[in-house]
């Protein structure tokens, strides 16, 4: 009788001990979790301040964007944390036992043991909620600084609240940009500033230079900015600018002689030296004292073109674009009250290596659907699988000229997507059919189709086409 009395006893303490454990390690998880988002508002809070100002400091620059960096890394690890925790909670439901065993493998302490790309789920937020303090802390200075700095132009671009409606992630290289444009050039140097921007498809090339050409500090400074496609460089007639490209801005007020011009050159293919350094002799001979070109293109061997370091266009890290697809996904909705469809679009976002135009096309298809989670767990299937049989992203084949294989929901009609563009042709000129209709089987085109995949909210406004044929 006293052995099977020691036993239960025994039994009851550490079910006992077991309770308190884990009571303690939810109060401190939900600790850690309201500190963090504390945290985070107030990162919000001085960068959406210091998005209205015009910042020229280069280490106060510096100092944004460290915490606009952490603020993304806070996000994702908070947003991961969430995720993690709802499959616990939905495992918890399922579980038939709810025995208090003291276990690592308890739906609270099973998250300490959780991973987020190979580090402790629990320990990436207290190390992120650590560096974001210690950030905010120093930055009283910045603060002090930031308030006599000029507000900027109050363009849309910068007072939109959503940032689908804004260019994301490129504040740095943006003031890059601009402080090559208004740079001087001394007048014993006789040259025509030239900046290349080199980076992949879908990555933000067009959108940046828009961004900088629409912009009225950079309109007040050039009296013409010229867009030439790689289409008009392809005769011989390179001796003027004139009836070359396409003005996209004329100052009509400028009556102080200024004839500075901004050369914008779009190259789709590569370009010898040679053939470079032909039409910049053309190009140099024909532009006034204080012009720019600048130079985009995909091939990094136009990096020996520029007269200054050029600037390259990376995907952002995976922080930054969890951020940017979940708020372009959920727009006005709180992700917060959706956490199961927002742990499906993180997995969804881990699995489409940065690509914007796909980022654009998926926040628009999934956003309208929030009220139909097995649509967006169809597309989170579907890319798994897609990933897994190919080991490469859907965009990476597109690029490559490699077909991708669509089933619509309900299996109702199979495509091949062959080929993607982008244009800037009037609205009239795009297709009439999208392919979120083809998907969402609202149309079902026969044979070889163009579709609509997304128009850019954002300029330069291109469409974004796919060709794609019917599968018998």
């Known amino acids: 009788m006293e052995v099977i009395f020691c036993a239960v006893l025994g039994e009851v303490a550490s079910r006992s001990f077991a309770f308190l454990i884990d009571k303690y390690l939810k109060e401190e998880t939900v600790d850690e979790m309201l500190s ?25 620059l510096q100092q944004l964007n460290m915490l606009r960096k952490e603020m993304y890394r806070g996000y994702y690890a908070l947003d991961s944390f969430r995720g993690i925790q709802a499959s616990e909670d ?19 302490k099973r998250l300490f043991f959780s991973t987020v790309g190979g580090t402790p789920c629990v320990k990436e937020v207290q190390q992120v909620s650590k560096n974001l303090a210690t950030i905010i802390f120093h930055m009283d200075e910045f603060v002090a600084f930031l308030k006599n700095c000029p507000p900027r132009y109050r363009q849309p671009y910068y007072m939109h609240l959503t940032v689908g409606l804004s260019m994301f992630g490129r ?29 992949s498809d879908g990555v933000g090339k067009s959108t940046l230079v828009a961004h900088i050409y629409n912009s009225e500090k950079v309109r007040d400074h050039f009296s013409q900015i010229v867009l030439v496609p790689q289409d008009d460089l392809k005769d011989n007639r390179l001796s003027t600018l004139k009836d070359r490209g396409l003005t996209i801005f004329q100052n009509n007020q400028l009556n102080n002689g200024n004839g500075r011009l901004l050369v914008i050159i779009e190259l789709s293919e590569d370009v010898g030296e040679v053939a470079w350094k032909r039409l910049y002799v053309a190009y140099a001979g024909c532009l006034e004292s204080g012009s720019k070109i600048i130079v985009t293109s995909r091939s990094s061997k136009i990096m020996n073109f520029g007269t200054t370091q050029a600037l390259l266009l990376n995907t952002l890290p995976i922080e930054a674009f969890w951020y940017f697809f979940k708020l372009s996904t959920f727009g006005s909705a709180d992700p917060e009250e959706h956490p199961k469809l927002q742990s499906i679009a993180l997995q969804i976002a881990k699995q489409m290596n940065g690509s914007f135009p796909d980022a654009w096309f998926l926040s628009s298809f999934l956003g309208n659907s929030l009220d139909n989670a097995k649509l967006w767990r169809v597309v989170l299937t579907w890319f798994k699988a897609h990933v897994r049989r190919t080991s490469k992203w859907a965009d990476d084949l597109v690029s490559q000229h490699k077909p991708i294989h669509f089933l619509t929901v309900g299996r109702r009609f199979q495509f091949v997507l062959y080929a993607r563009y982008q244009t800037n042709s009037p609205h009239d000129m ?26 850019s909210p954002i300029a330069p406004y291109n469409s974004y086409v796919v060709r794609c044929v019917e599968k018998n």
């Open 171 to 199: 504040q740095m290289e943006m003031e890059r940009v601009m402080n090559f444009l208004m740079q001087m050039e001394s007048s014993i140097e006789q040259t025509i500033g030239v900046l290349p921007i080199i980076g």
């Open 430 to 455: 795009v297709p009439k059919i999208t392919l979120h209709d083809v998907i969402s089987n609202r149309a079902k085109p026969q044979g070889r189709f163009d579709a609509l995949a997304y128009k």
């Open 36 to 60: 963090l988002k504390l945290l985070l508002l107030r990162a919000r809070v001085i960068l959406e301040e210091a998005d209205g100002r015009s910042i020229t400091n280069q280490a106060m």
């Open 90 to 108: 939905k495992t918890q439901g399922h579980s038939v036992s709810h025995s208090f065993a003291l276990s690592k493998f308890s739906p609270v």
